[in-house]
């Protein structure tokens, strides 16, 4: 079993990565992104994406009832679809569903963003939230009878409210629910690098203990991306891959060693 | 087994239908249109839909590779999504599904329509098509384990391409896999009416010869679905039922004898 992250960027090659994932010859369910088509489609639709950065330095989405009708046309719709018809025309039976799809995955609302407007302190409130548990018994039926997951946000609440919510952190349920052997996360960079700005810098393998070195050194979204990186190798996987998704073959280089390897 | 045709207008109570559907006590799938909302995103993404006339007089969205993304972002994405959510909310354990996952509607693409353009005649080939079978296994498997479709295009070709295609035809192959002893169709409009102008010459009851008479007299798009009708009645729906959507009770009204009711 492999847990395959797709990056919602515009230049990732979805179908260099349905190709290669089609000669693999094992199981895998597909978690991916669509923040670009997102934000195209919000700006279009007359309501521009926002991002507002908490007092605590995190800077997140605001996902307002209109965010929430952009991710579901930008990653259930458009994304999700155009993505399953990859993988139905290189033969894997995709289905492609939301988390709250069959309740696929439950989370929790986040009780506010704390903000500063001017002087003041706000709580801003809007539609995102953790994920808390991923529906293993409907993956499992699908697996188990030749369907290919191909899983997206929104999420659904504990109101049964379509929520947005961190890859991140549906990749690491999954990996609970499933004890996926490879968790693939493929990027628009050619790994986890030193410094952002120079390729030369990627990093080739991380061991656990270097990821939670690395992580006391980094800030904000990093430091979630390091936390839930740890999660991972925590919860079994015996690999974790970040690697370039822009080139010919994603997966096979992933496999191959490209990229950055966390073990 | 109920099936339930919802159609795509603006003003359909989606929420009062899905308020019935909780209260049914029997199972039952969904099959939903939202062409308001493809209209509206299509607008808005700068590729405005476009209805072509073919020479026998048939009007149709003209599918482009842009109509299907609006088809993705409005069916898939927004109206299936915002409709799964409210079935959450109301206890309904819904499944949102196009026909491309998991191959649930596979169909054949049109070779083309024929259409004037000035003087000559001109074939446009489109990303359309006719439904020509249902995955009965797999709505099997989520109606056995409680999970309700709630189903939309677009649907798959004979190529892996995702197209549009008919709910009406859709709907008549989901009759012959599920065998429904009622399907209820929702529109804008109390029923069946033999002058689409005056809401009193809503027909009460047609039986299977008047259906026959009817589609004899009437054309173009009205005959295509006078055809669907027969179809079902003769797949064995026991009861056709044709109903305004817009009032507060959808469901409960079409089932108390509202609307128009073939048998």
């Known amino acids: 079993m492999m847990i395959v992250k797709i990056g919602g960027g515009k230049a990732i090659n979805l179908k260099g990565a349905v190709q290669d994932l089609a000669e693999l010859g094992e199981s895998f369910v597909i978690v991916h992104g669509a923040n670009a088509i997102r934000d195209e489609i919000a700006e279009k639709m007359g309501h521009p994406t926002r991002v507002v950065t908490s007092i605590s330095g995190y800077s997140s989405v605001f996902s307002d009832e209109a965010t929430i009708d952009a991710i579901m046309m930008g990653y259930s719709g458009i994304q999700n679809k155009r993505l399953v018809e990859l993988c ?157 998704g822009r080139v010919d073959h994603p997966i096979k280089d992933a496999l191959s060693g490209k990229g950055t390897t966390i073990q």
Do not use: F, W
């Open 88 to 244: 139905q025309q290189h033969g894997i039976n995709a289905i492609g569903l939301s988390g709250i799809d069959g309740r696929l995955i439950e989370g929790a609302r986040n009780k506010g963003i704390r903000a500063k407007q001017g002087d003041k302190t706000i709580v801003l409130r809007d539609y995102s939230g953790k994920p808390k548990s991923v529906n293993g018994e409907l993956l499992g039926l699908l697996l188990s009878h030749g369907y290919i997951p191909v899983i997206c946000i929104p999420i659904i609440d504990e109101n049964n409210v379509a929520i947005n919510s961190e890859n991140d952190d549906i990749v690491n349920l999954l990996q609970e629910a499933l004890h996926a052997e490879t968790v693939v996360q493929l990027i628009e960079a050619p790994g986890y690098m030193a410094d952002i700005g120079d390729a030369s810098s990627l990093v080739r393998t991380i061991s656990k203990s270097e990821l939670e070195a690395r992580e006391a050194r980094v800030e904000g979204r990093m430091k979630r991306k390091m936390l839930a990186l740890k999660k991972l190798t925590e919860s079994g996987a015996k690999r974790v891959i970040i690697s370039d």
